[in-house]
């Protein structure tokens, strides 16, 4: 099979894929990795029951730790990290937004 590929496109399978193929699935990957990123970034529950050291604790579980339910919670320094807890994701979107539009637009084509 390959070697039908070698003799139309006159190079080697890696040649190909860097070619050819990666071009093509660029922005599938980029989105993948932007959702990743978002998933890991969002995720409470993994980090809350696998960290047990305050100093390796996720944004999220700092910001649920930040609130104390026993006494009074300072509303306007938790909404102040919530907010800075979105920036990342935010800068990300922002900048990688056009190949998560292309990833997501070219999701659903054939052929």
Known sequence: MHYIFLLLDGCSFYGIFAKVILPLIVPALITSAIFA???????????????NNPSNYTVSL?????????????????????????????????FCQKY??????????KG
């Open 37 to 51: 990123f978002m998933w890991k970034w969002d995720d409470f529950l993994a980090s809350l029951l696998y960290l």
């Open 62 to 94: 700092a910001l649920k730790m930040f609130s104390d339910p026993s006494a009074q919670s300072d509303w306007g320094a938790m909404f102040a990290m919530a907010t800075l807890s979105i920036l990342p994701i935010m800068l990300i979107f922002i």
């Open 100 to 109: 998560l539009v292309e990833g997501i637009s070219t999701e659903g084509l």
